[in-house]
């Protein structure tokens, strides 16, 4: 059996020829730590300065979240790169003042927002379960709660609500998103994303349940010959799914390894 390849090794083809490279990341979890409440989340500053000098030098630079590209582009703080929201269905391309939601899940954001409102009873808030609204989807955090166990037995009742209600309900790490009943995921984003794009090696980093999608979508641009080359970076921590290392070419250790990869991608 072959050794795992080293970070440099890993990231050899992008930095080879960084005009037709794109370098994809997520957000929550890998560019940006965790923390305990989701609009406190922010970029540290010496990952944003890296960031744009990656951006400086590769073809394509994109953050890609469940959050709105707006609301990423706010926290990230760089406007010279592209993102890609909603889980994959919303694009704020560089330059442009708005982003573009696909139209059938812009129909459903009102009725998903009105759910939220709905389910957001006193009880919910007494259990300091937090509403976050996401335009189309509405999420449901319950980190840091005072007594976890029931708020998450709390928001489980939620997702049966929604269920039953005819929403898809997604879980990632301590978060619920109630969604519209149409695919959104990260892959079918970077897919339409980079068919756009003159790159022939792209690079993923990403920590959780839904940037699973992202790393098979790569997968499939490199089998289908789109792409040449297509590196999966997981962003590992002792609450990332073991999905993360498994279907990744590299690993990383959390925000703090993501800057390591950072410096890597434009170190000489």
Not at 23 to 32: E, K, Y
Request: include cysteine; glycine fraction near 8%; charge should be negative.
């Amino acid at each position: 059996m072959s050794a795992a390849p080293t970070l440099v090794d890993a990231l050899g083809p992008l930095r080879s020829d960084p005009p037709r490279a794109a370098v994809l990341f997520d957000v929550d979890g890998t560019l940006a730590p965790i923390v305990r409440h989701a609009d406190e989340a922010a970029v540290p500053q010496p990952t944003r300065s890296l960031l744009i000098e990656v951006a400086r030098r590769y073809g394509v630079v994109a953050c890609v979240t469940g959050r709105r590209a707006s609301d990423a582009r706010r926290m990230v703080g760089i406007g010279t790169i592209h993102y890609i929201g909603t889980h994959g269905t919303e694009l704020l391309r560089a330059g442009w003042t708005d982003p573009v939601l696909e139209p059938e899940v812009r129909e459903w954001a009102p009725r998903v927002q009105a759910f939220g409102h709905a389910v957001e009873t006193p009880d919910m808030r007494k259990l300091r379960i937090r509403r976050e609204d996401k335009a189309a989807i509405v999420a449901f955090h319950w980190r840091g709660a005072p007594d976890e166990g029931a708020a998450h037995a709390t928001v489980r009742q939620i997702a049966e609500q929604a269920e039953r209600e005819g929403f898809a309900t997604h879980w990632g790490r301590k978060v619920l998103e109630v969604r519209p009943p149409v695919r959104m995921d990260k892959g079918v984003g970077i897919t339409s994303f980079l068919e756009s794009e003159n790159v022939d090696v792209a690079m993923y980093a990403g920590d959780d349940v839904t940037d699973l999608d992202a790393f098979r979508a790569l997968v499939e641009l490199q089998e289908s010959g789109r792409l040449r080359y297509g590196l999966r970076v997981g962003v590992v921590s002792d609450e990332a799914p073991s999905q993360i290392a498994d279907e990744s070419d590299v690993t990383v250790d959390g925000p703090p390894g993501v800057i390591a990869l950072l410096e890597a991608l434009i170190s000489p």
